[in-house]
């Protein structure tokens, strides 16, 4: 079959393939994003598109020039196709656009290679980058405009937090997205679509997003009894911020999350928490990048804790 | 000729804070200008000359059981001074430090050098290796400090280097201090292995 004349090699087992490979993984989460990255781009327009084009671009040149500068083998630049993408998405549209590369170089110099290069970073590296751009440039990363007229104004949870007295958008609305705020973030029905599309392809692990989602609903729920708001506020809280952005495609990286299962409970569970606790006690309007930074730092020790037991062995005093 | 060797190996080859990783604790609190970063290695290269006199003038009459007691009353009796000389002659500096001043007592540069040097060696030798670590640990502070200003504020010195809307604020903020200090040690452990 084969014209090639390398002797027959045989290594030792296992011999299974499997065609699940990092640049395969890495595509498929392309795919993911490409129903919010219409979305964005259809509300927010060319601002969008030049963040996202920046943010991209120098995280693809930032990859390649650490592979070279550190002598690494090539794996997955997908991957930082993938990090620019994420970091642009959480992002306000009217970002000047070196502080978008500003901050992708970032994710991938210091975040990611600065601590071992794929499959070695703490954190997300997206997330780094937002935490690096809105620490930086703090007027930049919170000057949101709405969607299509680029009429400056507040974020939904911006109007909740500051209660300024403006009308806060219908639930339809933000399903849709026609709402102000970062540039992947503001369709809820989008990125639910490529989160989907991951859980099909098993590429991530419905616990995280689930016990994330369920904390901050049933949470979000008691506070609205409390407050008197009834069933409206939880799924305000749903579908408004980056949530669900951040509960499928960034608090499910799998590098920085838990790979036990009681683990990734244990992590969603945790991201919930603190998200309802930074939106509704927090001095920001948004948590879930903090939550999720914050719940990575943890990553190796709830691990430790819940790793599973030899089968016949006795329990292990960790 | 041992003499120049005792001041220069503090600045590079034994750098009390690249290659010795000491006194991190100012130097990443205090490193947000390079006016403060120069005024802490002044401070500093001062407290440990007159300690290593000290210290070195005394090894005979120092028992050995109770030297570190001795050696944190002999500096700090000197950066009691230096705190006031500062309170007096340079108010601004003075409130920028802060607490870093008086924590000069316990700055584990001067306490390892009375400890590893001054008190082995005659006072010459003592104030070359003093002058030798507080020129480096000084040297290393205002690159510090150097860095952090000029990416976080956009200023050298107090003078505007960027546009205005260019510096971002994280690298004036606790963990630009960290991410700098670190990416610097890096480079420099990466230079020392290609000279060696």
């Given at each position: 079959?084969?014209t090639?004349?390398?002797?027959?090699?045989?290594?030792?087992?296992?011999?299974?393939?499997?065609?699940?490979?990092?640049?395969?993984?890495?595509?498929d989460?392309l795919?993911?994003?490409?129903?919010?990255?219409?979305?964005?781009?259809?509300?927010?327009?060319?601002?969008?598109?030049?963040?996202?084009?920046?943010?991209?671009?120098?995280?693809?040149?930032?990859?390649?020039?650490?592979?070279?500068?550190?002598?690494?083998?090539?794996?997955?630049?997908?991957?930082?196709?993938?990090?620019?993408?994420?970091?642009?998405?959480?992002?306000?549209?009217?970002?000047?656009?070196?502080?978008?590369?500003?901050?992708?170089?970032?994710?991938?110099?210091?975040a990611?290679?600065?601590?071992?290069?794929?499959?070695?970073?703490?954190?997300?590296?997206?997330?780094?980058?937002?935490?690096?751009l809105?620490?930086?440039?703090?007027?930049?990363?919170?000057?949101?405009?709405?969607?299509?007229?680029?009429?400056t104004?507040?974020?939904?949870?911006?109007?909740?937090?500051?209660?300024?007295?403006?009308?806060?958008?219908?639930?339809?609305?933000?399903?849709l997205?026609?709402?102000?705020?970062?540039?992947?973030?503001?369709?809820?029905?989008?990125?639910?679509?490529?989160?989907?599309?991951?859980?099909?392809?098993?590429?991530?692990?419905?616990?995280?997003?689930?016990?994330?989602?369920?904390?901050?609903?049933v949470?979000?729920?008691?506070?609205?009894?409390?407050?008197?708001?009834?069933?409206?506020?939880p799924?305000?809280?749903?579908?408004?911020?980056?949530?669900?952005?951040?509960?499928?495609?960034?608090a499910?990286?799998?590098?920085?999350?838990?790979v036990?299962?009681?683990?990734r409970?244990l992590?969603?569970?945790?991201?919930?928490?603190?998200v309802?606790?930074?939106r509704?006690?927090?001095g920001?309007?948004e948590?879930?990048?903090?939550?999720?930074?914050?719940m990575?730092?943890?990553?190796?020790?709830?691990?430790?804790?819940?790793?599973?037991?030899?089968?016949?062995?006795?329990?292990?005093?960790? | 000729?041992?003499?120049?060797?005792?001041?220069?190996k503090?600045?590079?080859?034994?750098n009390?804070?690249?290659?010795?990783?000491?006194?991190?604790?100012?130097?990443?609190?205090?490193?947000?200008?390079?006016?403060?970063?120069?005024?802490?290695?002044?401070?500093?290269?001062?407290?440990?000359?007159?300690?290593?006199i000290?210290?070195s003038?005394?090894?005979?009459?120092?028992?050995?059981?109770?030297?570190?007691?001795?050696?944190?009353?002999i500096?700090a009796?000197f950066?009691?001074m230096?705190d006031?000389?500062?309170?007096?002659?340079?108010?601004?500096?003075?409130t920028?430090?802060g607490?870093?001043?008086?924590?000069?007592?316990v700055?584990?540069i001067?306490?390892?050098?009375?400890?590893?040097?001054?008190?082995?060696?005659?006072?010459?030798?003592?104030?070359?290796?003093?002058?030798?670590?507080?020129?480096?640990?000084?040297?290393?502070?205002?690159?510090?400090?150097?860095?952090?200003?000029?990416?976080?504020?956009?200023?050298?010195?107090?003078?505007?280097?960027?546009?205005?809307?260019?510096?971002?604020?994280?690298?004036?903020?606790?963990?630009?201090?960290?991410?700098?200090?670190?990416?610097?040690?890096?480079?420099?452990?990466?230079?020392?292995?290609?000279?060696?």
């Amino acid at each position: 079959m084969t014209t090639s004349n390398d002797l027959l090699v045989v290594t030792s087992s296992p011999h299974v393939h499997s065609p699940d490979s990092v640049p395969n993984a890495m595509r498929d989460v392309l795919i993911a994003l490409c129903p919010a990255l219409i979305a964005g781009l259809y509300f927010f327009r060319l601002p969008a598109l030049l963040v996202i084009l920046s943010c991209v671009a120098s995280a693809y040149i930032a990859e390649i020039v650490c592979l070279k500068v550190m002598k690494k083998a090539p794996t997955g630049e997908g991957s930082a196709i993938i990090t620019g993408l994420l970091l642009a998405f959480c992002v306000p549209p009217h970002l000047p656009v070196w502080m978008a590369a500003l901050g992708s170089i970032f994710s991938i110099v210091i975040a990611k290679h600065l601590f071992g290069g794929l499959g070695q970073n703490i954190f997300n590296p997206a997330l780094i980058g937002r935490a690096f751009l809105l620490a930086s440039f703090p007027v930049a990363m919170t000057s949101w405009s709405r969607p299509l007229d680029g009429v400056t104004t507040a974020t939904p949870l911006g109007i909740m937090k500051e209660a300024t007295g403006q009308a806060l958008p219908s639930l339809g609305e933000l399903f849709l997205g026609s709402v102000s705020g970062s540039i992947g973030e503001t369709s809820a029905i989008a990125v639910l679509l490529g989160g989907a599309y991951l859980l099909y392809r098993g590429h991530i692990d419905w616990r995280i997003p689930g016990t994330f989602l369920g904390t901050v609903f049933v949470l979000m729920a008691i506070a609205g009894a409390i407050k008197g708001q009834g069933l409206w506020y939880p799924f305000f809280h749903l579908s408004a911020g980056g949530l669900f952005l951040g509960a499928f495609f960034m608090a499910t990286d799998w590098v920085t999350s838990p790979v036990t299962k009681r683990g990734r409970v244990l992590f969603g569970i945790g991201c919930g928490l603190l998200v309802v606790l930074i939106r509704l006690k927090g001095g920001y309007p948004e948590g879930v990048a903090y939550s999720i930074l914050l719940m990575n730092v943890v990553t190796p020790l709830i691990d430790r804790y819940t790793r599973s037991r030899v089968f016949g062995g006795v329990k292990s005093h960790a | 000729m041992s003499l120049i060797n005792e001041f220069t190996k503090g600045i590079i080859k034994e750098n009390p804070l690249f290659r010795l990783v000491l006194g991190t604790c100012p130097s990443l609190a205090i490193t947000t200008s390079v006016e403060n970063g120069l005024g802490m290695g002044v401070a500093f290269t001062a407290v440990l000359i007159a300690s290593n006199i000290a210290i070195s003038t005394m090894r005979s009459i120092i028992p050995d059981n109770v030297r570190i007691p001795v050696y944190v009353v002999i500096i700090a009796s000197f950066v009691t001074m230096i705190d006031q000389l500062m309170h007096a002659f340079t108010p601004a500096l003075y409130t920028a430090l802060g607490i870093f001043i008086p924590l000069i007592v316990v700055n584990c540069i001067i306490l390892g050098r009375a400890e590893a040097f001054a008190n082995k060696n005659p006072v010459i030798p003592s104030i070359f290796d003093a002058l030798g670590m507080g020129v480096g640990f000084t040297l290393a502070l205002v690159l510090v400090s150097a860095c952090r200003e000029v990416l976080g504020a956009g200023t050298f010195y107090g003078i505007p280097v960027l546009p205005e809307s260019a510096p971002a604020i994280l690298m004036i903020l606790p963990p630009g201090g960290f991410i700098t200090l670190g990416c610097l040690l890096g480079l420099m452990n990466k230079l020392q292995k290609k000279t060696a």
